[in-house]
């Protein structure tokens, strides 16, 4: 059987994969596809925790973010949608009217 | 009735301040109208004012204080409405009672646009100065402390002259910094009272005199005394003030160096003397030693200034470093001297930036290059001028010269030797050199007083625009009046003022020197009377 | 495997009560929507004033609740939602906040031509998110409570639809959300895993496992609180600790975490803005306090050893000890440079959360006895900060006009005597936001000082004081340039619509109220003390 | 058993495609290799006796969350990164930090000492919670409140999508209780050019324009008489 350590490290460095993910992507859609990785990474953890315990509870709190997950995707794209029709690019760093 | 009166004493200016705004948005309002209410209301507020004389001639002896006000105000914090009048603040607060209405009557004129702000600004002001003086909760003091600011700051910025922004800030964040610190201080002190009330927390002091401890007390001392040495300002924090006095319209100039300046050393007497006593005695070869060149540094640098406006700036830099010199030789002669010294200092100085108003008001000038001979065409200014500059230098029989008596006097007879450690050697520093060096300021004040006189008023008329210039009106005399009435007095007759300050002026004298003899300063004392 | 159940359902735990003043809002905002569906563009006021008539009753609920925040059932919904005074007072400030810009914004979407009533159920929407975040008991309910908030939040941004900037506030508020949120949501699962305990299996479960003893993590506050002393993965604890204080750095705009706030204040439409700064930082302050203060709480070894609850309590105060001072420097040394006035209160708000972080300190370090009083400071402050920062959003609001065209400290210049109403009010919430005597600002930092130096941060206030100092540049820039410089251009004054003049006479008032008699308030919020405290010690 | 095969190989290809998904310029390769790491989720989810929640990773993430982006990636025709040079300078040192310390996490993670065997030995047996049913009593029972939120919370997600992704009307002009004292922008023919936000003055400027031109309908002329105001 597979330690337990074994799944969290996976999840640390899928997390991991993310985060870096956020920062170096230029192109909103794909950096928002690491947030989901993230979010995912974070399931993993949560799943196997509750597995391993026996308890329920992690199990519902992944149902839950997938919600979150599904509704923040939808918001999400409401905006690249509403900013692509003001500007026909999705690259921050065109993001010329705002300082970043 | 009587507890009311300092409530009454606050609030009166500020329903003044009310009533210009609401006059504002009535329909007949004209420009001319606003300085009438002002006057009005701080008239009003100078009268009031003149109840406070009806205390006891001995007031303030053991440490009672009159007209007292106490309610409760914040009271999960402990911070109290207290309010009160003793011998100290009584003289400041008549003081600020007489100098709003004559500053007032000063910009009739001179003041040509935003009538309404600046007479309501006048009018908050006068305000927070009264309550300043008569707060005795550590909290409200600070709130009138820093409100006294903020219409300052709108007076120098507005209505002030060229470099008006550079001064207006300058001096808001000097003063500012200052207080914050001192805010922490009060906030501190809570925590080790819990509460802002200053009689309890000078009661619980001397139940216990070792409830704070003294590298606490040293903090506290410095928190607070830095803040009032902005204020004062002590020679090397004095650097704001000749800016700002010298961009404040007239009216503003007098009321900051009449009454603003006098906080700070107010300040000193009532919290850091009264609270931290030892301390106090700990730092005074400082403060002593920072008086004095500060009285020499203000007297040298007013020589040399081609603005007359600058000149006088300085030459408060010079006379508060006498207050601060009178304070701290912890003599009863030498810190009546500098309380006198404050009134002095407010009356005469307050007049001579109205006579500079005057004159800049005429020739929208203050150089003194461009004048030369004014005596010919204004002879009654001229005359007025060179005895507001003589009670300024300390002509015997004039104000200016009891003030400095009392405060040299006191000083010469401490007795004490100030104790300098340098790593590990000790410097002693003997109240005589102190004096000595002191006195000389008084004949450098003589020098770049008259030699300003010489280039100002006599001699021939050299710009030919100064030759049909109009002398004083009878609002400018009016106005200049009671000043000159009272520098005659106050040097001719000054029992009254000091009889009802001694019994205050003793109590915090008695704190400071009795109690243990720890310290740098009084293992080196030796009492001489 | 065995498929076969028979779990019966044991009845949850309902508890109506508890959650009135959630339930009345959530019903306004579908109400507002309902209204805004059928009574078409012409109704534009129906909704803002059903909106306030909510937010007036949910406030009645918070008020009628106050008095039970002592009581025994005090907690609902298996432990879901707790009442406390901390909950209630966090409650109120929201409702505040929510109402306040409510009237700021029903003239603006006027202005904007922009659907009144999306914005007004957005609105509420996200007040109750923020009023899930206080009164949430469990992690669970705190993140949902956030996802509310900032969904809302996300889409309230980018509401000027046809304007870059806004869309592109939206969108970065969007992206480092929800990459906080992520940070969050591990920090949770790791506490959730660390907090591993055994409990005997349901009895009721049928088959071999029911004779199995189980472990279980938890992600209830009070719980979480009772095992950190024997959590079977402590160093989890502290990573998860770690990456919560990252999550909530983020939503309270904390550095280094803030870097999303300029930009995104500075985009957003002003009266969103106001909101954001006001609100959602003082949720995130609430569902920060709440976690870390009871479930991480100094807890004693009963042995010679460090306890883990007493070194993790170390731990997370010293890091927001570092959090606090680096806050309050970055927002008042990058404010001072600022040439924009929403980027530079943008930058204030920084500050000012550093300041309220202070408060947080002194109550993390604060016995339970204090603690109260601290919590009560740190909620006072965000009360204050948020009327003089909803004030000085609503003058703005009506400087910038339509397009948030004006919007640099430039546009401000010598407008002082001209539009003397709007400049002196905006002066007093600058005075305020600086902390001068007499207004709220003075107040609250009075308090939170207080709380820090009584448990001995001399430094930290000693910093923020300093901070202070060079706080007192960038406020009193603006007021010198409205006051002290002369106009260039023409300037024509712009007529106070009246629900603006309401909001600004509430604000000054307020402002002026909270700064001469805290007393009363600040005795409410103390009431009583956060309950899982009580319990604990 | 199976397991440990299993987990090496879906583990590798869910980093795998995680860092294909990174290394990728074209967001649409993007897509699909991150739907490789939800994927192989699943099947990871599948060796931690999880089923419901391997189903639902299929369903909500695979098929929907990823569909909606591939969906809106050929709607917007989404071009490819261009390399330069990055600007978002001040988060590099924190994503480098971040990363270290994840990093280090994950290595301590795989060392975790003591209590770990004890976990372990609980893993080892099959276990009824990963079912449906279990989760629906407990959705239902314990986590009733956090599941009706959710709903207020969809339903903000709607509210939100449908407010920003609509069309709306043409800019607008004018607004009561806008006054404005700039001119408005004039094309090089004398046409007004409307950006969002205009107000008064342009609405005005736009009407006198249209009156001109003999366009002038009643809304115009109403726009002019309300910027008087």
Not at chain 2, 75 to 101: F, Q
Not at chain 2, 176 to 201: E, K, R
Not at chain 3, 247 to 266: L, M, Q
Not at chain 3, 381 to 400: K, Q, S
């Amino acid at each position: 059987m597979i330690p337990l350590s074994w799944y969290l490290a996976l999840s640390a460095v899928l997390f991991t994969i993310g985060v870096v993910g956020v920062i170096i992507k230029r192109n909103v859609i794909s950096m928002f596809m690491c947030i989901e990785l993230m979010l995912n990474a974070v399931n993993l953890t949560f799943v196997a925790f509750s597995s391993y315990f026996g308890d329920v509870t992690g199990q519902l709190f992944v149902f839950i973010v997938m919600t979150v997950a599904a509704a923040e995707a939808a918001v999400g794209l409401g905006i690249v949608i509403a900013i692509f029709r003001n500007r026909e690019s999705l690259d921050v760093d065109d993001a010329s009217v705002l300082r970043l | 009735m009587q507890q009311y009166l300092l409530t009454i004493l606050i609030l009166l200016p500020a329903v003044g301040a009310l009533a210009v705004g609401l006059h504002g948005s009535a329909p007949y309002a004209r420009a001319q109208h606003y300085r009438w209410i002002a006057l009005g209301f701080s008239a009003l507020t100078f009268a009031v004012s003149l109840l406070l004389l009806g205390a006891p001639v001995g007031l303030g002896a053991g440490g009672t204080f009159h007209f007292v006000q106490d309610l409760p105000w914040v009271e999960s914090v402990g911070a109290h409405y207290h309010l009160g009048v003793d011998g100290i603040s009584l003289w400041l607060v008549l003081l600020t009672t007489l100098l709003v209405p004559v500053s007032i009557l000063s910009s009739w004129t001179a003041i040509e646009k935003r009538e309404l702000a600046f007479y309501a600004s006048m009018l908050v002001m006068e305000s927070a100065m009264i309550g300043v003086f008569v707060s005795l909760d550590l909290l409200l003091f600070y709130l009138f402390f820093e409100a006294s600011l903020v219409p300052m700051f709108f007076l120098i910025g507005v209505w002030g002259g060229d470099r008006k922004l550079y001064a207006a800030i300058k001096f808001f964040i000097y003063t500012a910094v200052g207080s914050l610190l001192m805010l922490a201080g009060i906030i501190a002190l809570w925590y080790a009272f819990g509460t802002f009330d200053y009689a309890q927390i000078l009661a619980a002091l001397q139940a216990d005199p070792h409830r704070l401890t003294a590298e606490w007390a040293f903090w506290l001392f410095l928190a607070f005394a830095f803040a009032f040495s902005i204020k004062i300002p002590l020679f090397p924090l004095h650097t704001w003030l000749p800016d700002a006095h010298t961009e404040a319209p007239t009216a503003g100039s007098v009321i900051l160096a009449g009454v603003l300046l006098k906080m700070g050393t107010y300040g000193l007497l009532r919290f850091n003397f009264a609270l931290f006593p030892e301390q106090a005695r700990n730092f005074a070869p400082l403060f002593v030693v920072l008086a004095v060149i500060g009285i020499i540094y203000g007297a040298l640098v007013a020589m040399v200034q081609p603005d007359v406006k600058r000149l006088v700036a300085y030459s408060s830099v010079s006379h508060m470093g006498f207050v601060v010199l009178g304070m701290f030789s912890f003599t009863e002669w030498g810190m009546q001297g500098a309380l006198y010294q404050m009134l002095n200092h407010g009356v005469s100085t307050g007049a001579l930036f109205l006579l500079v108003g005057m004159i800049y008001e005429r020739r929208h000038t203050r150089q003194i290059a461009d004048f030369g001979g004014l005596s010919k065409p204004m002879p009654l200014f001229a005359t007025l001028f060179v005895f507001t500059a003589l009670s300024s230098v300390g002509l015997p029989l004039l104000n200016g010269f009891v003030g400095e008596f009392l405060i040299m006097f006191g000083t010469w007879n401490t007795g004490f030797v100030y104790l300098f450690w340098v790593g590990e050697r000790a410097f002693h520093l003997n109240t005589w050199v102190v004096t000595m060096l002191a006195a000389t300021g008084v004949i450098w004040a003589a020098v770049y007083m008259l030699w300003m006189l010489q280039r100002v008023l006599f001699g021939r008329v050299t710009n030919e625009k100064n030759r049909r210039l109009a002398d004083l009106n009878w609002r400018e005399i009016g106005l200049l009046l009671p000043l000159l009435a009272l520098m005659v007095f106050m040097g001719a007759y000054p029992r009254p003022f000091l009889e009802r300050s001694r019994a205050s002026i003793e109590q915090v004298r008695a704190r400071v020197v009795a109690g243990e003899t720890q310290g740098v300063f009084s293992a080196a004392a030796q009492e001489s009377k | 495997m065995n498929l076969s159940f028979a779990i019966p359902l044991s009845a949850p735990d309902v508890n109506f009560r508890l959650l009135l003043p959630e339930l009345i809002l959530s019903v306004t905002g579908v109400v507002v929507m309902l209204v805004d569906a059928f009574t078409g563009r012409s109704q534009r006021r129906a909704t803002a004033t059903l909106s306030l008539a909510g937010l007036a009753a949910t406030a009645w609920a918070t008020l009628w609740l106050w008095p039970s925040a002592q009581g025994a059932d005090t907690r609902a919904w298996g432990g879901m939602i707790v009442l406390d005074p901390m909950r209630l007072s966090f409650t109120l400030v929201f409702l505040i906040v929510a109402a306040l810009t409510v009237l700021i914004s029903a003239i603006w979407v006027e202005w904007e031509g922009l659907p009144a009533g999306e914005f007004h159920t957005l609105l509420l929407f996200a007040t109750v998110g923020m009023m899930l975040m206080a009164s949430g008991n469990d992690l669970v309910m705190i993140f949902l409570g956030l996802e509310i908030l900032s969904i809302a939040t996300y889409v309230m941004a980018g509401f000027r639809k046809n304007d870059l900037r806004s869309n592109e506030s939206s969108l970065k508020y969007f992206i480092l959300g929800s990459f906080s949120s992520a940070f969050l949501l591990y920090g949770i699962a790791l506490v959730y895993g660390a907090t591993a305990h055994e409990v005997s299996a349901q009895p009721q479960a049928s088959g071999a496992l029911a004779q199995h003893v189980i472990l279980a993590g938890t992600t209830n506050i009070s719980a979480i609180a009772e095992r950190v002393n024997d959590g079977l993965y402590p160093p989890l604890l502290f990573a998860g600790a770690a990456m919560l204080m990252i999550g909530f750095g983020f939503k309270i705009a904390s550095a280094p975490f803030h870097v999303w706030t300029p930009d995104v204040y500075e985009g957003a439409p002003t009266p969103v803005t106001a909101f954001m700064a006001a609100g959602p930082k003082a949720a995130g302050f609430a569902a920060f306090m709440r976690v870390f203060l009871l479930a991480f709480p100094f807890v004693a070894a009963s042995g010679q050893m460090r306890s883990t609850g007493a070194q993790l309590h170390d731990a997370w105060l010293g890091a927001l000890w570092i959090l606090a001072v680096l806050t309050m420097t970055v927002g008042n040394v990058v404010a001072l440079v600022q040439t924009n006035v929403k980027r530079m209160l943008a930058y204030s708000s920084i500050a000012h959360a550093g300041y309220a972080l202070v408060g947080f300190v002194a109550a993390g370090a604060a016995d339970s006895a204090h603690q109260t009083d601290a919590v009560a400071a740190v909620v006072f402050y965000l009360l204050a900060y948020a009327v003089m920062n909803l004030g000085a959003f609503a003058v703005v609001t009506l400087i910038a006009r339509s397009g948030d065209r004006r919007t640099d400290i430039e546009d401000y210049r010598g407008i002082g005597f001209d539009s003397p109403a709007l400049s002196l009010t905006l002066s007093l919430f600058l005075l305020s936001l600086l902390g001068v005597p007499l207004t709220a600002g003075f107040m609250g930092k009075v308090m939170v000082f207080s709380q820090a130096l009584g448990e001995g941060y001399k430094w930290l206030v000693v910093i923020g004081v300093l901070n202070t100092a060079i706080s007192v540049y960038y406020y009193l820039g603006l007021i010198v340039v409205m006051f002290f410089r002369e106009r260039t251009t023409e300037w024509r004054a712009p007529r106070i619509p009246t629900t603006l003049a309401v909001v600004l006479v509430l604000t000054v008032a307020g402002v002026i109220y909270l700064g001469l008699f805290p007393g009363r308030v600040i005795n409410a919020f103390r009431a009583v003390q956060p309950i899982a405290v009580s319990s604990l010690r | 058993m199976f397991t440990i095969p299993l987990f090496v190989l879906f583990g590798a290809m869910a980093v795998g495609c995680a860092l294909a998904m990174v290394a990728q310029r074209n967001p649409l390769y993007s897509a699909i290799s991150l739907i490789g790491v939800f994927v192989s989720l699943a099947c990871l989810y599948m060796t931690l006796q999880a089923p419901f929640i391997a189903a639902v990773q299929v369903i909500v993430y695979a098929g929907a969350i990823m569909v909606l982006v591939v969906f809106v990636i050929m709607l917007l025709n989404v071009e490819e990164e261009v390399r330069r040079p990055v600007r978002l300078r001040f988060l590099v040192p924190v994503g480098v930090l971040l990363a270290a310390i994840l990093i280090g996490e994950a290595a301590f993670i795989l060392k975790l000492p003591g209590a770990a065997s004890r976990i372990d030995a609980f893993g080892q047996r099959p276990s009824d919670v990963g079912l449906t049913a279990s989760i629906g009593t407990a959705l239902f029972t314990e986590y009733l409140l956090p599941f009706e939120v959710t709903s207020v919370l969809i339903l903000m997600a709607l509210v939100g999508a449908i407010t920003l992704a609509r069309r709306t009307a043409t800019p607008r002009l004018a607004a009561p209780g806008n006054v404005d004292t700039e001119p408005p922008e004039l094309g090089p023919r004398g046409e007004v050019f409307i950006r969002p936000g205009d107000t008064a003055e342009t609405g005005r400027a736009f009407a006198r324009h249209q009156l001109q031109r003999g366009e002038a309908a009643a809304s115009a002329k109403r726009t002019g008489e309300e910027g008087e105001r």
